[in-house]
């Protein structure tokens, strides 16, 4: 009998996305009933704990469409500032100071609206209540036993180190996404920081740990049904590199956009190429068993873009209509029903 996984990605107020594709084919065919487990990524996690809790699927697109302001709220910068970036005018308001992140002299959000959401999401339970298999991934920021950083991933499995700590704590440790929202403290474990950082697509992370944990024997076992939040339409292009010793820190990591450089390049390359390698190393080892459904997207959305969720909303409804997305609801009919 297979072994059935539902998998989200990262990607801020992108979630919407992966909320509305999910929502289709529970209408359709019941995937969340049928499913034996759900992984995810930051507001990957965040749904698949909401799921994996008993929230409906309808309750979490109207949490992406109409509470993106509860989620995000500024941590708050003086005004002056942004004064010390040279290529724009100083902000005359918060409000614009702080439309857009990443933060670059503090974090750009508190966590604060953030817990509120997932709390009503997943309530005060432990991880190891979950009746269902559950794996989010965070970035530990501090193992005393190795003495360095450590990717994790959290679960309800037997053996998983964190199986006891609350599901709240999962949920905002996952989505502490760097420069955005502050690294998040879970008891004894220390700082943690949001799982996009490795595995911004937990497909990999969720079929070793399923096997791992002993829900299933072995690849052959699994099938997966892999969601996206939008394929970003950015990149480096070859004439945007005139110099490349000139790459550095300005480059890489700057908070704007430049040209046709995106903001935060490495940060988004990061995500982004973890993501298309998780899908590719899944499709390989699990065959016609694994199937991904992602929404291109005509231009970029940022993380907290909750703004234009209306543009992310058309965008998805498109997608629903394509023959691509109809291969996906066939597959659906046809392995997981």
């Given at each position: 009998m297979s072994f059935k996984i539902l998998c989200c990605d990262g990607g801020g107020i992108r979630g919407i996305i992966t909320a509305l594709l999910i929502q289709d084919l529970d209408q359709r065919f019941g995937i969340v009933k049928n499913a034996n487990g759900f992984a995810g990524t930051s507001t990957g996690g965040l749904i698949s704990l909401g799921l994996v809790s008993g929230v409906d699927i309808g309750a979490i697109v109207d949490l992406y469409k109409n509470h993106g302001a509860t989620i995000f709220q500024p941590n708050g910068w003086l005004l002056d500032a942004q004064a010390?970036?040279?290529?724009?005018?100083?902000?005359?308001?918060?409000?614009?100071?702080?439309?857009?992140?990443?933060?670059?002299?503090?974090?750009?959000?508190?966590?604060?609206?953030?817990?509120?959401?997932?709390?009503?999401?997943?309530?005060?339970?432990?991880?190891?209540?979950?009746?269902?298999?559950?794996?989010?991934?965070?970035?530990?920021?501090?193992?005393?036993?190795?003495?360095?950083?450590?990717?994790?991933?959290?679960?309800?499995?037997?053996?998983?180190?964190?199986?006891?700590?609350?599901?709240?704590?999962?949920?905002?440790?996952?989505?502490?996404?760097?420069?955005?929202?502050?690294?998040?403290?879970?008891?004894?474990?220390?700082?943690f920081a949001d799982g996009g950082t490795f595995a911004n697509n937990p497909s990999m992370t969720a079929l070793v740990e399923a096997i791992y944990q002993g829900y299933a024997t072995g690849t052959s076992d699994i099938v997966m049904l892999s969601l996206g939040t939008g394929v970003n339409p950015v990149g480096v292009p070859i004439g945007s590199?005139?110099?490349?010793?000139?790459?550095?820190?300005?480059?890489?990591?700057?908070?704007?956009?430049?040209?046709?450089?995106?903001?935060?390049?490495?940060?988004?390359?990061?995500?982004?190429a973890t993501a298309e390698l998780a899908a590719t190393q899944a499709g390989q080892m699990l065959g016609g068993n694994y199937m991904r459904g992602n929404v291109p997207l005509a231009q970029p959305f940022g993380l907290d873009d909750y703004k234009n969720v209306g543009e992310l909303v058309t965008a998805t409804q498109n997608y629903i209509e394509t023959s691509e997305w109809a291969a996906v609801r066939s597959w659906v009919q046809q392995n997981w029903v």
């Open positions: 010390k970036q040279q290529d724009r005018p100083p902000a005359q308001s918060n409000e614009e100071l702080l439309g857009s992140g990443p933060g670059i002299f503090s974090c750009q959000y508190v966590n604060t609206g953030l817990a509120t959401v997932a709390r009503k999401l997943v309530g005060n339970g432990a991880m190891s209540s979950a009746s269902r298999f559950v794996a989010v991934n965070s970035a530990r920021l501090w193992d005393p036993g190795q003495s360095s950083w450590e990717p994790c991933t959290i679960s309800n499995g037997p053996r998983n180190a964190y199986r006891d700590i609350a599901m709240v704590d999962a949920a905002l440790a996952t989505s502490a996404a760097p420069t955005y929202f502050p690294p998040y403290q879970v008891g004894d474990f220390g700082y590199v005139s110099d490349p010793l000139n790459w550095g820190v300005t480059h890489w990591l700057w908070p704007f956009s430049n040209g046709t450089v995106p903001a935060t390049a490495l940060l988004n390359l990061t995500m982004d």
